[in-house]
């Protein structure tokens, strides 16, 4: 459970985050979202306890970030951006070394490390040197760490960076398998990333906080007409389509995009709040157009957060 | 307590995993091999020469004549060689930015910094330690009075500690190793010579600057003089540093 209070970094008198207010409950995956500078890294290096912020504060699990410090930082794993490790070490030697630090009881040391490199795969190169690994296997190493001693929030800053797509897949569904028993707070600017993986989302720009929701609410509360494509076959009557549908109550604008090779595409922009789909589809048949396909168009993560980010600026 | 032994572990570690900790020792003692066997030679010459002169060899003994000569010259040579081992201390992890990672484990900025203070120490003192075959030599074949010589060291130990403790100061400012192995390395230099300028200043200011001076403090050491004021000297310059260092990991907190 973390808990954002007021949150706010000046950087001399750059904004890094200001006013932040959000929680984080226990289980949830939540994605930090924005362009670069937006604030991501900064408020998660204040959560960790990296940056002290200029003004408010946050508890992570009961635990205030300023005066309990030791306490939140035995909570949290984290992985930072450009994912730093120390190349000249071998993985198996890094993380106990790191288990060390983290206080893992020296009993369970070696059992520890031995979970966490079953868990990131890592079996086959635990023995070799950092420095020689591939970028993945270095991810893998690096969340590795932050999994290490089992703590119950995760904060992982553009985990997939740099990767190639296979990798991302994989990293993703280590993060996936992760979520459930812990908390988790991940950011990136790879969208459908966010939308795979996490149950919540928070929009940051320019160090504010524009929305948080789940990405299907944002979807919907972000519709401001909805849009139903539709697919003709080209015959006389289609001809008559344009007309047809905007005579059908409720619509807002009829627009024929294409038509090409016996296919007709048409838009059809309607009210968010009512689905017009069956009203279309059943005017069209009774009027022998043939109607080859009829789907509504959902807003990706990407329009809605240019949406936002635009919004905010104007 | 098991945090800084980490620590302590990953850098001595590192020193002696990479070339670091072989080629300072080595070349170290190299150094102060050959100082011992020109300074020894230059003995033996001398005695061979009061052997013939009798008046000559009114103030001839191994501490004046081999020990102190000895222990100047390898005071010199670790004001070049203990930068090369401090330098990386810190300012390679934030270089690398593993020090933000470092820092948000639950670990004290003052274990981080005593476990590399630690590290860097254990390599001089096997440095250190090396150089002991000179005097051990002595030992065999004369019989030198093994009061000074201990005292001696002790002396060159506690300027180990202090420039050691102002390498780390300097490794913690920048992220650059050369910057902080050049900055240390004059620093340290400084300190060691600025009793030079107490002959030519007013007689207030020169007893100031002999009470800075490194070197200063060390003659009475390398006389077999163990001095409550010496070594409070170089105990109070080593803290110093390293309450610096740790002031310097908390600005790196509020101001990055």
Redesign the interface.
């Known amino acids: 459970m973390i808990q954002v209070e007021n949150l706010t970094k000046y950087y001399g008198l750059t904004v890094g985050a200001r006013n932040l207010n959000f929680t984080v409950d226990n289980g949830e995956v939540l994605g930090f979202l924005g362009p670069n500078g937006a604030g991501k890294t900064t408020t998660m290096?204040m959560l960790?306890?990296?940056?002290?912020p200029t003004s408010g504060t946050a508890k992570v699990n009961g635990f205030d970030i300023i005066e309990r410090p030791?306490e939140v930082?035995?909570r949290?794993g984290?992985l930072?951006e450009?994912n730093?490790?120390?190349?000249?070490?071998a993985v198996d030697?890094y993380l106990e070394?790191?288990g060390?630090?983290?206080?893992v009881p020296?009993g369970s040391l070696r059992s520890e490390v031995d979970r966490v490199v079953e868990r990131c795969g890592l079996g086959t190169v635990s023995r070799r040197t950092i420095g020689k690994l591939s970028k993945g296997f270095q991810q893998r190493v690096g969340i590795a760490?932050a999994i290490l001693n089992d703590p119950e929030i995760l904060i992982l800053d553009e985990p997939t960076l740099g990767l190639d797509p296979k990798q991302i897949i994989d990293i993703r569904q280590l993060i996936k398998n992760l979520g459930g028993d812990k908390t988790v707070i991940l950011s990136s600017h790879i969208l459908p990333e966010v939308s795979q993986v996490c149950n919540r989302v928070i929009i940051i720009n320019h160090g504010e906080l524009v929305a948080v929701d789940t990405p299907g609410n944002l979807r919907s509360r972000l519709k401001k007409s909805a849009v139903i494509r539709l697919k003709l076959r080209d015959s006389e009557e289609s001809n008559r389509a344009a007309e047809t549908l905007g005579a059908v109550e409720g619509v807002v604008m009829v627009r024929v995009d294409s038509s090409a090779g016996g296919v007709m595409n048409l838009t059809v922009e309607c009210p968010p709040e009512r689905d017009l789909r069956e009203e279309i589809a059943r005017t069209l048949v009774e009027r022998r157009i043939p109607l080859l396909e009829i789907y509504t168009e959902e807003l990706s993560l990407e329009d809605i957060f240019l949406q936002l980010v635009t919004e905010e600026v104007s | 307590m098991?945090?800084l032994?980490?620590?302590y572990?990953?850098e001595l570690?590192?020193y002696f995993?990479?070339a670091t900790a072989y080629v300072v020792i080595g070349l170290f003692t190299l150094l102060s091999g050959y100082f011992f066997y020109s300074i020894f030679r230059y003995y033996n010459y001398l005695s061979y020469q009061a052997s013939r002169e009798p008046y000559l060899g009114a103030g001839l003994n191994l501490i004046d004549g081999v020990m102190r000569p000895l222990l100047g010259n390898v005071g010199i040579v670790l004001l070049f060689t203990l930068p090369l081992i401090t330098m990386r201390l810190l300012a390679e992890e934030r270089k690398?930015?593993?020090?933000?990672?470092?820092?948000?484990?639950?670990?004290?900025d003052l274990e981080a910094i005593m476990g590399k203070y630690l590290a860097a120490l254990t390599v001089f003192g096997v440095m250190l330690g090396a150089t002991l075959v000179g005097p051990g030599l002595l030992a065999v074949y004369a019989k030198p009075e093994p009061g000074p010589i201990l005292a001696g060291y002790l002396g060159l130990f506690l300027i180990g500690c202090t420039f050691i403790a102002l390498g780390v100061f300097f490794s913690s400012l920048t992220s650059s190793q050369v910057v902080a192995g050049v900055a240390t390395f004059g620093v340290a230099l400084l300190m060691f010579v600025i009793g030079w300028a107490s002959a030519f200043v007013g007689p207030t200011l020169a007893k100031v600057l002999a009470q800075f001076s490194l070197l200063d403090h060390f003659d009475s050491f390398s006389k077999g003089l163990i001095n409550s004021q010496d070594i409070t000297y170089y105990v109070f310059l080593t803290v110093f540093f390293l309450f610096l260092t740790l002031r310097s990991l908390e600005s790196t907190?509020?101001r990055?």
């Open positions: 290096k960790t306890c990296y940056l002290p030791m930082r035995k949290i984290y930072p450009k730093p490790l120390y190349q000249e070490m030697g070394f790191v060390e630090l983290k206080g020296r760490q | 098991r945090r032994a980490a620590i572990r990953k570690q590192y995993q990479s690398q930015g593993t020090f933000e990672l470092l820092l948000t484990y639950p670990v004290s907190h509020w990055s």
